[in-house]
């Protein structure tokens, strides 16, 4: 078996990336190989690329390591014992399939007691690519998928642009929104617009959320979100200080405050300011400050007085990703979905790609893994 295939190394904090062929490892039993057809630049992506997140667990610089989480691709090679997806559906070599990213344990404490996805030992198989089976990340040319990470058919009505993202992004803010309760009778506050934000306002109108208030700073993206569904928007430039903000929440929910709050900025600062939109009783959605080391003075009275409800997520369970594909398949049209496309890039240009996305000229790129610019 001679077929190679690439990986795209991540080397470190703004260094470029390293094209290496590797082996492509057969599929073991309970496990399959998918052959990538598209992998995108998410906002966490960049936070690695910039320094931001550290993944380097102590490394030096060159690192060698395998990054890269939103994708989908193509059945390539099922192991033995596979033969149907995560909902029972028969699975065929060419299928177009999305999956989990990371791979659940099942068998430690927080596992077995379902209280998070986010399993402690969830990334142990993120091996760096030079070491077997070389595919354990999205900017490779294949994915080394393993028993235990859930995987579904993508419906053939949705295409790669909105199926690859779904496996993050997507996911994620419906898994929040299911763990938050959200419905009709909520009043929710979206902080951020980038890409979590505007996925939140498609699933809070899914979900039949009653008010839907989204804070940003930049027009295009208050343009996306009211498109998006947004009742009404608070611009930053307008409403420069969080007591501003919070005034402004309470004011368009009639003194109450909002029952949810969703923090997708990734700013220390916008936890205490989301703490103090909620209205008694509410809950608040920790997704954006995955950045290491941040930190920020909060009042803990604030919880206690207003039994207020700070949620952490990371991660999600199975069926966020089947609804995020059922979402894409029977409501896509209904949300400006083509206004937040990524831009497709050779895989070869991902240096090009990190470097576009962080400047803020495109709001995601695309990469596709077998287009080589040369
Ligand atoms: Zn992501
Ligand atoms: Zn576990």
Redo the contacts with the bound molecule.
Sequence with gaps: MSETGLVAIFTGVRRPFELREFPVPAAEPGTMVVRLTMANV????LHIWRGTYDVSRGQQEPFCLSIG??MTGVVHELGEGVSVDSTGDPLALGDRVVFQYFLNCGECRSCRRETTPRCRDGLKYRYPPDQYPHFTAAYGQYYFLRNGQAVFKVPDNVPDDLAGPAN??LSQVIDGLDRGQAGPGDRLVIQGAGGLGLNAIAVARERGVSQVIVIDGIDNRLELATAFGADQTIDLKEFPTADDRVKRVFELTEGDGADLVMELVGSAAALPEGIAMLANGGTLLEIGNINQGRTVTLDPSQLVHGGKTVLGLMWYRPQSLQAALQLLSTSAAKYPFEKILSHHYPFDAIDQAFADQDSGLIQRAALLPWELGG
């Design positions: 998410c906002g966490s992506d989480h939103e993050c992004a």
